[in-house]
């Protein structure tokens, strides 16, 4: 693994403010090795991510700019960083009212690279105050956030809002404050604001409850870049998209590192104890540490147990339930972004004979025809339901981790509210809050401890279902659809029968996970007593 060391001395070190809510250890590997990753395919997610988030941003641009054409200076997005700073600050100085595009003079003393999509004059005290466009929501129903209107800065508080907490929204602004602070742009208001998904409003921040996290942050996380302090790799979240990951996750294998049965804050609080090992967890006898943050601790430690056991599950009882049926239907709902659900797939199983049947819309979500499609969904589950209440037998419908199925139910019952076919609200909740809609992901959770994951393509192998496409995953399926639609060129036939086939291998794969904890679980996992 790479030696902790700092990086060139010829390159100045510049972080932008993505790497305050980064691992600490990655900053240090990116700015000491950063040949290393040249060349080095970027992680899929991470570049759907990316891409969606341009397009949000200029989606918001144009928004902007057709609402008032002359209000705005436009820094071309195109040419050197150090030429659109200047005329970002050239902009600033002739008092130009907005600005998008705005890109900050990087500082080679204090190691700050920043820009920002949206520089808005004060007005009333004069400076600039920063916005942000995001492409993920910013705000919740709810009340006690603070809001502006898009085309006229005037904040004040919302009673139908309440702010979804984005730390790295919070960092990124508090940045460029101090960056315009720099330049004696920065309004002395203290406030930036965020346009989030849907682009209904401007939450706006209070960068004075942020300022002082911000410089601890930075503080810190320069001094890593530089190599003044030395960091080692630890699992967290962030490792699945990682670059590094392969470097490190061997590192952590070789020494049994705890963070790979105990990854993120869990992991520190352990080696606060001394446990720095699998072996050293495992061992563990008494009482959970009274600091001791997220899940059960009794789990954490059945699941280094299960890793030097290399049990791929364990079972928490002597036996294994989950609710079974006389008509079962199991559901699996595909999704692009935030933008729609564009198809049901489900798959009936009567009397041992299973049929899959998709409901989907092959028009570009969002779209009306994403009504029709839902709305034939739900009749047919409905029709399913009442046929087994009429003939006496029992009915559950299924599906894996209930969050993503739920809402698409309850928002589509909103958006299309009053179309042919479309349940109400109250429809669809008697139906989710009813024991026939039932979340295998939870009964797994029940009776199981699953120290590799709960996901789906984690579970399923173990009870003996593979995927038929080897690149199945929810982060391909985004890519394939977009090809299926034609959102970049013409429609891909074959992409929407990849989908279909993915999207029948996901209901098919939790009808055969139930099957199997009904039938061989017992049979084939350990208790944990037996560990």
């Not at 061997?250 to 606060?272: I, K, Y």
């Not at 992409?495 to 996901?506: A, I, M, P």
């Amino acid at each position: 693994m790479c030696s902790p060391i700092g990086p060139s001395e010829s390159a100045p070190v510049l972080l932008e403010p993505g790497a305050l809510t980064r691992c600490r250890h990655r900053i240090h590997l990116d700015a000491t090795y950063p040949d290393r990753l040249v060349g080095v395919p970027e992680n899929t997610g991470v570049k759907q991510r990316q891409e969606a988030a341009a397009a949000q941003r200029e989606a918001v641009r144009l928004r902007l700019a057709e609402a008032e054409p002359d209000a705005w200076v436009r820094i071309a997005p195109d040419g050197p960083a150090g030429q659109r700073a200047r005329a970002t600050l050239a902009a600033c100085r002739d008092g130009a009212a907005r600005i998008w595009g705005a890109v900050l003079p990087s500082e080679r003393d204090t190691g700050r690279r920043g820009r920002v999509e949206v520089l808005l004059r004060d007005t009333d005290r004069g400076g600039y105050i920063p916005v942000i466009v995001v492409n993920h929501k910013v705000t919740d129903p709810g009340s006690g956030a603070t809001t502006s209107g898009l085309f006229a800065w005037e904040p004040k508080l919302d009673e139908t809002r309440k702010v979804r907490a984005q730390l790295r929204d919070q960092m990124r602004l508090a940045h460029v404050y101090r960056m315009l602070e720099r330049h004696e742009l920065a309004s002395p208001s203290l406030q930036g604001g965020a346009i989030g998904y849907g682009a209904d409003c401007v939450l706006v921040h209070d960068l004075s409850a942020v300022l002082d996290e911000y410089d601890t942050r930075f503080a810190d996380r320069i001094a890593v870049a530089r190599g003044e302090v030395e960091t080692v790799p630890s699992q967290i979240g962030e490792c699945r998209s990682c670059p590094w990951w392969p470097d490190c996750r061997a590192e952590l294998e070789a020494t049994h590192d705890v963070s790979l049965v105990a990854s993120g804050s869990r992991a520190d609080v352990l080696r606060e104890r001394g446990v720095r090992t699998i072996e050293q967890l495992a061992a563990w006898e008494g009482d959970p540490p009274e600091e001791w943050p997220h899940n059960s601790f009794h789990d954490t430690v059945v699941t280094a147990k299960a890793w030097l056991a290399d049990a791929p599950l364990v079972r928490r009882h002597e036996t294994v339930t989950v609710t079974r049926a006389d008509v079962e239907v199991d559901v699996d709902m595909e999704s692009y972004q935030e933008h729609g659900a564009y198809l049901w797939g489900t798959l009936l199983n009567v009397a041992g004979t299973s049929a899959y049947r998709p409901f989907v819309s092959w028009d570009p979500v969002p779209t009306v025809d994403e009504a029709r499609s839902f709305a034939e969904f739900w009749t047919w589950l409905m029709a399913e339901r009442a046929g087994a209440a009429a003939a006496g037998k029992t009915f559950a419908a299924y599906c894996y981790s209930r969050s993503a199925e739920d809402k698409w139910l309850l928002d589509s019952a909103r958006r299309f509210a009053g179309r042919e076919g479309i349940p109400t609200t109250a429809e669809i909740r008697e139906f989710i809050d009813s024991p026939q809609w039932v979340d295998i992901y939870q009964a797994v959770g029940e009776n199981f401890v699953c120290p590799k994951g709960k996901g789906l393509k984690k579970i399923a192998p173990v009870a003996g279902f593979h995927w038929r496409d080897a690149e199945a995953s929810g982060e391909a399926s985004m890519s394939w659809y977009r090809e299926a639609v034609g959102y970049d060129g013409e429609p891909d036939l074959t992409q929407r029968q990849r989908l279909l086939e993915y999207n029948e291998d996901d209901v098919v794969a939790t009808k055969v996970l139930r099957e199997w904890m009904s039938d061989r679980a017992v049979a084939e996992i350990p208790h944990e007593s037996e560990l």
